[in-house]
């Protein structure tokens, strides 16, 4: 009787964590640049992303990422609700400001082969587009998955452990 509560309590605990996290929540990755010098993430369970690299520093969210299905070669457009970051041009450091005219933007370009950052640059404003040709991509699974393939794990050791135990 025992163990069928304790195979009972695993499973609803599984069941518990399943229905936690969405199984299509991931992170992806995009190297970006010459030799992926920049990098791309997009949390689609979180609904942020980041640009990092040599000349750029910039983190942003939206609800369009939600919808971010990923792959090579994405067809995507995301208009950002929130951006902040810095920028290096002609060696000098500028910061994003904001122009009610034009939204800010993450969009794929040439069929995915390449990204654009579109933000204002500087004040007065000195730069716009930030475009990188896509390099290499990751997809990285959910956090919460994760923790359900360690449930998993733990579950199985401890099975093992009380067979030796028995024996």
């Given at each position: 009787?025992k163990?069928l509560t304790?195979?009972t309590a695993?499973?609803?605990?599984?069941t518990a964590m399943?229905a936690?996290?969405?199984?299509?929540?991931?992170?992806?990755?995009?190297?970006l640049?010459?030799?992926?010098?920049?990098?791309l993430?997009?949390?689609?369970d979180?609904?942020?992303?980041?640009?990092t690299g040599?000349?750029?520093n910039?983190?942003f969210?939206?609800?369009?990422?939600?919808?971010?299905?990923g792959g090579?070669?994405p067809?995507?457009?995301?208009t950002?609700?929130s951006i902040?970051?810095?920028r290096?041009?002609?060696?000098?450091t500028v910061n994003?400001s904001?122009n009610?005219?034009?939204?800010?933007?993450?969009?794929?370009?040439?069929g995915g082969?390449?990204?654009n950052?579109?933000a204002?640059?500087?004040?007065?404003i000195i730069?716009?587009?930030?475009v990188r040709?896509?390099?290499?991509y990751?997809?990285v699974p959910?956090?919460?998955?994760l923790?359900?393939f360690?449930l998993?794990?733990?579950?199985?050791?401890?099975?093992?452990?009380?067979?030796?135990?028995?024996?």
């Amino acid at each position: 009787m025992k163990t069928l509560t304790k195979a009972t309590a695993i499973g609803l605990a599984t069941t518990a964590m399943i229905a936690a996290s969405p199984a299509s929540a991931e992170i992806f990755e995009y190297r970006l640049g010459n030799n992926g010098a920049h990098t791309l993430t997009i949390d689609t369970d979180a609904q942020t992303g980041s640009w990092t690299g040599s000349t750029v520093n910039a983190t942003f969210t939206s609800p369009d990422f939600a919808n971010f299905q990923g792959g090579e070669f994405p067809s995507f457009m995301a208009t950002l609700t929130s951006i902040t970051g810095t920028r290096i041009i002609n060696g000098q450091t500028v910061n994003i400001s904001s122009n009610p005219r034009h939204p800010e933007m993450l969009k794929t370009k040439e069929g995915g082969t390449k990204w654009n950052l579109w933000a204002n640059w500087g004040d007065p404003i000195i730069g716009g587009d930030f475009v990188r040709k896509n390099t290499g991509y990751t997809e990285v699974p959910a956090p919460g998955m994760l923790g359900l393939f360690g449930l998993a794990l733990a579950a199985i050791g401890l099975g093992r452990r009380r067979r030796k135990v028995a024996a």
